[in-house]
């Protein structure tokens, strides 16, 4: 790989690390969504250029799924939600932005510490490649943990599976098929959240999770 | 040898000499913006002209720190300010301090400066002494951590060599760590140069000042002394942007006259760039809360370190 | 040379004889402190000749354990830590030539006092686990005798007792780790222990055992508790010792046994260490950012400063885990020059505290102010101290953090990547540690010295006598020396550093224009000298062309204050104020800290209140659920008083059949 493709990828992958800390810091759900939709962009350009140096043209399909989907349909379809649930000018309270961010900061070391300990052996690159996928998929994690409300629970859940696909893109010969599979059922689960939102909504007038916990009588 | 002297003489006249034009510019450029005509950009030269020939009026209970502090500020200021590499890079006296010392140069300014807006003894020198430690204690570590990401790069605390070593050749190629540490840089610099949207430097409103606040009492030639620091210290920071991170043009240790005239050249639109885009940016956006500026730098802290973590993933370093 | 040293211990013990002997005279004071005085001098004449290369030597008395005597060595290390006990005993005795003046109590101060820097001495030389410990115990009972020198104030006897229950923690902790390091046979010399080889369980163990012991006596959280009750509530000479010298003296111990007798630690110990001291750092700086106590302030920072120079210590056993000796040389240089400058500036603080206590009798930050106008010399000599523990340059505070600086930016070398992620944090924590410094450093000379005088007694407050300000001049000239020319510490480090990492640093005093090089000079360099120089010259230059080139006319008025002037001093911002917009950024992380606003409902007379709720994690999460164990114990055993006779009979003899029948078990 020539140094510039490298440096590209580096820095593709690094900034969907970054915009994954964006999303943790909105705590409006309009700016999360745009967020959002900025870190769906920076994965399909990520996927695209992996396409480009690898001269595997199935990756560029991926990427436009990405785009299509996530960055365009998905986050509109959520702001469409989000405004007839009447939710749209709502301040989530995040338990502590820097509490969370430094957690995350935690998190990104531990992935980089534990990728780069695991694949040795590999290249520059895929290590790389790895350390930052895993860390999105940690922070996407972390964020479903902390968020109350539904809709970022499952705009966590999507920029996980964010975090899959760059590290699919990253490791070479991975089938479409298996891409294609992962993306659709991830669309499904985005329709039936989608659906359970407004069931969940009909019944207890809410989508803060926490109708949910004191409807099982968990909540103290 | 005295070639070296006179480089270095001059690299000290040049921020001096162009401070107060860069506030002038950004002011022009942002009245532009707002459709306004704007004064003219040398408007902040006469200024320290007049505040220079103007009497000074002392408080009461002023002590001799209040009066010796305008000094030494302009002394730490300028000294910084003359070790960060503008046209060229290895000056005679760059080895003097390195970043961290540049940083606790500045450092060293802005302590002063708090300790005399506390010492009429005033409530608004309070107010803005406690606002600028509280913001200081948050846009310190930040700088600091971004400056651990650059030399973790450049194998080099020594502004000289990390300009070098950036520029290349070989270069280090595009990291997400440089970019990471460029927007934090960008964010300290605003905080510490009490810009919008941590600080306004236009408004003497109760409510919204932090640095005015500290110097409300300065006046004549104390003032003057205070308002070039502070236009230095803005010049110090697009210079420590530019060299670090469009390093282009920069002349080197030991290069000839023309190379010379071409890192002036290039340095001049680098901060005519700069000083563009800082209006511009102050002018599209407002001012926030000033509890809303320690989560801002928060960003910047952040960025630093996830800078600093981001460079071992890299094989190369 | 030991036998100087031993001599200037055995002098100040005797001075101490005499205090008793002639006690109650008017005289006694002055004269005593004077004489204390000497044997701090010829014992940091010995220290800095022994650095220079003079012989150290080794010595043998008859007393303590009988197979064993007391054994006493000085070697470079603790000819290091000679010279900070005998500088700091030196300045702070003069200043106390003065200070003694004013003592309400000074039958319960002087006995003590000279004692007490014998038994810091003691410390240093010995060279056996059993002297060691008798004169840690004998220094920790003094440093207590003198805490409770105004034993009839509340506060302080409460501090009292809790620096008596953690000194004994801490002297259990010693003693358990050397007894795990003399072993079966009982090998208590160090030379012995040194010698003997051992497992890295019994070595981590030991280490982890001396840092509770010696951790506990420096301020390391989380057995900081005490430290900032203790340490104000001495006499402020006394607090000025116990702060700049006795937390040295601990810190001493660390270095003689986890570096000096046990060798380098495994990596993954490091990690553990390097962020205790960052995080205590940052922790106790915090502390002093709220508090309102002009000493308490003092007393939290030395929190920070040691767990700064803990940090540099964990990493220099990083480097030295994995062979790295240069950089493990300057991650120990900064450490022990920290240690030294912390020593200069931090008593010399604790003694302008103590002139602002003699001229004012308080030490609230609220009850002072404006003290610069009354007390000039001090109000100057302070703004020195508070200049260098800010870390600002060009003075000593600095050039230390300066190089703490640059050892962290010689990790990436390392070769464990979880070590190398933690470094950077730990370096965030330490720059955000030095900000916070500076803001609380601000608020205390800015709140003391600066501003309208916020009580009578501030207004009226008389500069003090020369006694107190020459020993407060002599450590601020060091200050400035030292900060100028770090090459006049850095240097006579080397025989140290070699002796526990194998290398040193490149000789600072050869550098070109005495520029601080502590790797290369491609890499990092600094040279105070030089920023001072320019510093001065464009200050001047600028007041001098500004008076020139514009007008020197002056008019003096009331002050402006943006038209609204109120002559009322408590509209100045005070010591709440100050700290108000730290502690809401800060303060409900590190301090559970909270705002309470009670509003009377309309209509309601009743007024409105703010209120600050603030508590100490630590406090609550580690310490009051061992309290409470302990009370509970003790109601438990507290019936074994109301038993008849013949049961206590019985339970006398269940005790000894049943250690008979564990010995025939064991046996």
């Given at each position: 790989m020539t140094p510039i493709a490298f440096d590209t990828s580096h820095l593709l992958a690094g900034g969907l690390v970054l915009v994954s800390f964006a999303m943790i810091y909105q705590n409006r759900l309009q700016a999360l969504l745009r967020t959002f939709a900025l870190h769906a962009v920076v994965l399909s350009a990520a996927v695209a250029w992996q396409a480009f140096t690898q001269s595997a043209e199935q990756l560029y399909l991926t990427a436009a799924i990405a785009l299509v989907f996530k960055a365009i349909i998905i986050p509109a379809a959520l702001r469409r939600i989000v405004q007839r649930l009447g939710i749209h000018r709502e301040v989530e309270q995040v338990v502590g932005t820097g509490l969370t961010m430094l957690a995350g900061m935690g998190l990104v070391a531990l992935s980089i510490v534990v990728m780069l300990d695991v694949t040795a052996k590999a290249g520059a690159f895929a290590r790389e490649d790895l350390a930052f996928a895993l860390s999105v998929v940690l922070l996407g994690l972390l964020m479903m943990v902390t968020r109350r409300n539904a809709v970022s629970q499952v705009v966590g859940f999507m920029s996980l599976e964010n975090g899959l696909i760059l590290a699919a893109a990253g490791a070479r010969g991975m089938p479409l098929v298996v891409e294609i599979s992962v993306a659709f059922s991830i669309l499904i689960a985005f329709i039936v959240i989608g659906i359970f939102l407004f069931r969940i909504r009909e019944r207890f007038d809410t989508v803060d999770l926490h109708a949910l916990d004191s409807f099982r009588g968990e909540r103290r | 040898m005295i070639a070296a002297f006179a480089i270095q003489g001059i690299q000290m006249l040049l921020v001096l000499a162009l401070a107060p034009g860069l506030v002038g510019l950004v002011r022009k450029v942002k009245a532009r913006a707002m459709r306004r005509r704007g004064a003219s950009v040398l408007q902040p030269y006469r200024d320290l002209r007049r505040l220079m020939r103007k009497e000074v009026v002392l408080a009461d209970t002023a002590s001799w720190l209040f009066t010796a502090t305008p000094f030494l500020v302009f002394a730490a200021t300028w000294v910084a300010a003359s070790l960060v590499p503008t046209f060229a890079t290895g000056l005679q006296f760059s080895w003097t301090a390195d970043l961290i010392a540049i940083v606790a140069l500045l450092g060293s300014g802005r302590f002063f400066l708090a300790l005399a807006g506390m010492d009429v003894g005033t409530s608004f020198g309070g107010l803005g002494a406690s606002r600028e430690v509280m913001f200081a204690s948050m846009a310190e570590p930040a700088m600091l951590l971004t400056v651990f990401a650059l030399s973790l790069v450049a194998g080099s605390t020594q502004l000289s060599t990390v300009v070098e070593v950036l520029h290349g050749p070989p270069g280090v190629g595009l990291r997400v760590s440089l970019g990471m540490a460029l927007v934090a840089l960008i964010i300290v610099a605003i905080v510490e140069n009490g810009r919008?949207?941590?600080?306004?430097?236009?408004?003497?409103?109760?409510?919204?000042?932090?640095?005015?606040?500290?110097?409300?009492?300065?006046?004549?030639?104390?003032?003057?002394?205070?308002?070039?620091?502070?236009?230095?210290?803005?010049?110090?920071?697009?210079?420590?942007?530019?060299?670090?991170?469009?390093?282009?043009?920069?002349?080197?240790?030991?290069?000839?006259?023309?190379?010379?005239?071409?890192?002036?050249?290039?340095?001049?639109?680098?901060?005519?760039?700069?000083?563009?885009?800082?209006?511009?940016?102050?002018?599209?956006?407002?001012?926030?809360?000033?509890?809303?500026?320690?989560?801002?730098?928060?960003?910047?802290?952040?960025?630093?370190?996830?800078?600093?973590?981001?460079?071992?993933?890299?094989?190369?370093? | 040379m030991i036998d100087v040293a031993a001599g200037a211990a055995l002098f100040c013990l005797l001075l101490s004889a005499l205090a008793v002997a002639r006690r109650g005279r008017a005289s006694l004071s002055a004269t005593l402190y004077t004489l204390t005085i000497l044997p701090c001098l010829a014992q940091a004449a010995a220290g800095l000749a022994i650095l220079g290369g003079a012989a150290g030597g080794q010595m043998v008395l008859p007393i303590g354990l009988p197979w064993l005597g007391a054994h006493l060595r000085l070697d470079a290390l603790s000819a290091f830590f000679l010279v900070i006990i005998g500088t700091g005993g030196a300045a702070i005795s003069l200043f106390a030539v003065g200070y003694g003046r004013h003592e309400e109590e000074p039958g319960r101060v002087l006995p003590f006092y000279p004692a007490f820097l014998g038994a810091m001495t003691l410390v240093v030389l010995a060279d056996d686990a059993f002297t060691f410990l008798v004169a840690w115990e004998v220094m920790s009972l003094l440093s207590w005798a003198l805490v409770m020198a105004h034993h009839r104030r509340d506060e302080v006897r409460s501090a009292g007792y809790l620096y008596l229950l953690m000194a004994a923690l801490g002297t259990m902790a010693l003693i358990v780790a050397f007894g795990l390091l003399a072993g079966a046979d009982g090998s208590f010399a160090f030379s012995e222990i040194r010698a003997a080889s051992r497992p890295v369980g019994v070595t981590a163990l030991a280490a982890g055992l001396v840092l509770i012991g010696a951790g506990s006596k420096a301020g390391i959280a989380p057995l900081h508790l005490w430290l900032p009750e203790a340490h104000p509530a001495a006499p402020s000479h006394v607090s000025a010792l116990m702060s700049g010298v006795m937390t040295k003296v601990a810190v001493y111990a660390v270095l003689r046994v986890v570096f000096d007798l046990l060798g380098p630690l495994p990596w993954w110990a490091s990690p553990a260490l390097i962020l205790l001291g960052a995080g205590t750092a940052v922790l106790g700086i915090f502390n002093a950012a709220m508090a309102d106590d002009m000493k308490k302030i003092l007393a939290y920072s030395t929190i920070e400063n040691i767990g700064v120079i803990f940090a540099a210590l964990g990493l220099a056993q990083a480097f030295l885990a994995e062979g790295m000796r240069a950089a493990a040389a300057l991650a120990l240089s900064a450490a022990l020059f920290?240690?030294?400058?912390?020593?200069?500036?931090?008593?010399?603080?604790?003694?302008?505290?103590?002139?602002?206590?003699?001229?004012?009798?308080?030490?609230?930050?609220?009850?002072?102010?404006?003290?610069?106008?009354?007390?000039?010399?001090?109000?100057?000599?302070?703004?020195?101290?508070?200049?260098?523990?800010?870390?600002?340059?060009?003075?000593?505070?600095?050039?230390?953090?300066?190089?703490?600086?640059?050892?962290?930016?010689?990790?990436?070398?390392?070769?464990?990547?979880?070590?190398?992620?933690?470094?950077?944090?730990?370096?965030?924590?330490?720059?955000?540690?030095?900000?916070?410094?500076?803001?609380?450093?601000?608020?205390?000379?800015?709140?003391?010295?600066?501003?309208?005088?916020?009580?009578?007694?501030?207004?009226?407050?008389?500069?003090?006598?020369?006694?107190?300000?020459?020993?407060?001049?002599?450590?601020?000239?060091?200050?400035?020396?030292?900060?100028?020319?770090?090459?006049?510490?850095?240097?006579?480090?080397?025989?140290?550093?070699?002796?526990?990492?194998?290398?040193?640093l490149p000789v600072q005093g050869d550098q070109p224009w005495l520029t601080l090089v502590p790797v290369a000079a491609a890499r990092s360099t600094y040279n105070p000298l030089l920023v001072f120089a320019f510093i001065a010259v464009t200050a001047s230059l600028a007041a001098w062309g500004a008076v020139r080139m514009g007008s020197r006319v002056v008019r003096r008025g009331p002050a402006w204050d943006c038209g609204y002037p109120e002559p009322s001093v408590t509209t100045q911002y005070g010591a709440g104020s100050l700290a108000q917009p730290l502690r809401r950024v800060l303060g409900p992380v590190l301090l559970q800290s909270r705002e309470e606003v009670e509003m009377p409902a309309p209509g309601d007379m009743a007024p409105a209140r703010h209120r600050v709720v603030q508590g100490d994690p630590i406090r609550d999460t580690l310490y009051l659920p061992v309290v409470r164990a302990v009370l509970w114990a003790a109601t438990l055993i507290d019936r074994l008083q109301f038993l008849t006779i013949r049961r206590y009979l019985a339970m006398v003899m269940a005790t000894l059949v049943s250690l008979l029948l564990v010995l025939s078990l064991w046996g």
């Open positions: - | 919008i949207p941590a600080d306004n430097p236009a408004t003497h409103l109760e409510l919204t000042m932090v640095h005015e606040a500290m110097v409300l009492e300065y006046s004549g030639r104390h003032l003057a002394m205070i308002e070039l620091a502070g236009a230095m210290k803005l010049l110090l920071y697009v210079s420590l942007i530019a060299c670090l991170f469009v390093p282009w043009g920069i002349a080197r240790a030991g290069d000839g006259p023309g190379a010379l005239v071409i890192g002036v050249a290039t340095y001049l639109a680098k901060i005519a760039v700069g000083g563009v885009a800082l209006a511009l940016f102050e002018a599209s956006i407002a001012k926030m809360r000033v509890f809303r500026v320690p989560d801002y730098l928060g960003i910047a802290l952040m960025l630093g370190l996830l800078g600093t973590l981001l460079l071992f993933v890299s094989g190369t370093l | 920290h240690a030294f400058n912390h020593m200069a500036f931090k008593s010399l603080l604790f003694m302008g505290a103590g002139a602002v206590l003699t001229a004012t009798g308080r030490r609230d930050l609220d009850g002072l102010g404006g003290l610069i106008r009354r007390m000039p010399v001090t109000a100057f000599l302070t703004l020195v101290a508070v200049t260098a523990i800010s870390a600002l340059p060009p003075l000593n505070g600095f050039a230390s953090e300066w190089m703490v600086f640059q050892s962290l930016l010689a990790s990436p070398r390392l070769p464990h990547l979880g070590l190398e992620m933690v470094i950077p944090a730990a370096g965030g924590l330490l720059a955000l540690a030095a900000a916070l410094a500076a803001a609380a450093f601000v608020r205390f000379y800015g709140v003391a010295f600066l501003g309208r005088a916020r009580s009578d007694a501030a207004a009226r407050a008389l500069e003090v006598d020369r006694a107190m300000l020459a020993g407060m001049g002599v450590l601020a000239a060091l200050c400035v020396l030292v900060g100028l020319v770090p090459a006049l510490v850095l240097d006579r480090l080397s025989p140290v550093v070699t002796a526990l990492t194998g290398t040193h």
